[in-house]
């Protein structure tokens, strides 16, 4: 059972970065796709990027394109999403997943971490 764990999260300031981590356990981390999604109150849970086993490909969300960046460290069983020039409409709880294929469906998404809370103030 792969178990997935998120940090980094936090407040910071319009324009402002932060670097989500998610650290992998219980399973073979370099065997799946890793995903980051967030979700805003009331709203559906949006895919931001994922990253293939190997790494060698990503993949974003029209809206974080050039803003964000996914990356993997398969020594570390560990996921990264580096963000920058974050907006107040960036704040969302931010989750990683893995899974088997890379999609902007979170269906797709075996495992899911607990989620972590990033707030964008103006």
């Known amino acids: 059972q792969v178990q997935l764990v998120e940090s980094g999260g936090g407040l910071v300031q319009a324009g402002g970065s932060l670097r989500l981590s998610c650290a992998s356990s219980g399973g073979i981390f370099s065997g799946y796709v890793m995903g980051w999604f967030r979700q805003a109150p009331g709203k559906e849970r949006d895919f931001l990027a994922a990253?293939?086993?190997?790494?060698?490909?990503?993949y974003y969300a029209d809206s974080v394109k050039g803003r964000f960046t996914i990356s993997r460290d398969n020594a570390k069983n560990t996921v990264y999403l580096q963000m920058s020039s974050l907006k107040p409409e960036d704040t969302a709880v931010y989750y990683c997943a893995a899974g088997p294929t890379p999609s902007m469906d979170s269906g797709i998404y075996r495992y899911w971490g607990q989620g972590t809370q990033v707030t964008v103030s103006s």
């Open positions: 990253i293939l086993r190997s790494g060698t490909s990503t």
